[in-house]
């Protein structure tokens, strides 16, 4: 079956706009992950949602940062008032499970690059 | 709060070298081990994990990691490398609870030369 998907691949966008990105999980998958990777590090954490609510979203680096699941399948990551240090690797992965521990099945990743 | 240290940056090997790519992690309870695998233009994906049990955990590909709980570590290793296991490597860990997020290490660039 189809992976995780995202889009768009890559975004450019300015300082100070506002960019969406968007993460379509596996089918059927009840969990839902973000990950930041920065140049040069590792996938950080962002936040978690089971099912349509956030269950932990406390790697969320500021109140621009803002992620929903409205329908409990696809997800979008919103970021407000874009720095240039929000440049990186957004990526999206998914598991059916209730636990961290789950294998967790990532997607190919929105490059966000923030002039 | 949990960290990952991965020693080696890049990693430069012939066909046939022996792997062993170090992870350390900073928590001192119990812990859930994962190896992460990232080949060039491929998505992020599961290598092998630890929960519990049997402390050397064998993966796909025939990648293999111990756990030694007195060194904090959980190191991959491969008896023999091929050209395509070059590829970004990521050891990650959570608490064993589960339900605390995944703590990434900075990754380890493998390349295989011929």
């Known amino acids: 079956g189809a992976g995780v998907s995202q889009t768009p691949s890559n975004k450019v966008t300015e300082k100070g706009k506002y960019v969406e990105l968007r993460c379509d999980p596996i089918?059927?998958?009840?969990?839902l992950y973000w990950y930041r990777q920065s140049l040069g590090q590792g996938p950080e954490f962002l936040i978690y949602f089971q099912g349509t609510g956030a269950a932990d979203d406390s790697g969320l680096p500021n109140d621009r940062f803002f992620a929903v699941r409205p329908e409990g399948s696809v997800s979008t990551l919103k970021i407000q008032r874009t720095e240039r240090g929000d440049s990186a690797v957004y990526l999206c992965a998914s598991s059916n499970g209730t636990f961290y521990t789950d294998t967790q099945y990532f997607g190919p990743g929105t490059r966000l690059t923030v002039l | 709060a949990q960290s990952v240290s991965q020693h080696n940056h890049h990693v430069i090997l012939s066909e046939a070298a022996s792997l062993e790519l170090g992870c350390n992690y900073s928590?001192?309870?119990?812990?859930?081990l994962f190896w992460y695998v990232q080949y060039p233009g491929q998505h992020l994906q599961l290598l092998l994990k630890y929960f519990s049990g049997d402390p050397l955990v064998k993966g796909i590909k025939g990648f293999e990691a111990e756990f030694i709980k007195s060194k904090f570590s959980f190191n991959l290793r491969k008896p023999s490398v091929q050209w395509s296991d070059t590829a970004e490597y990521f050891c990650a860990v959570t608490l064993n609870s589960g339900n605390t997020p995944l703590v990434f290490g900075k990754g380890t660039r493998l390349s295989v030369i011929a």
């Open positions: 089918s059927g998958h009840t969990a």
């Open positions: 928590y001192g309870g119990t812990v859930n």
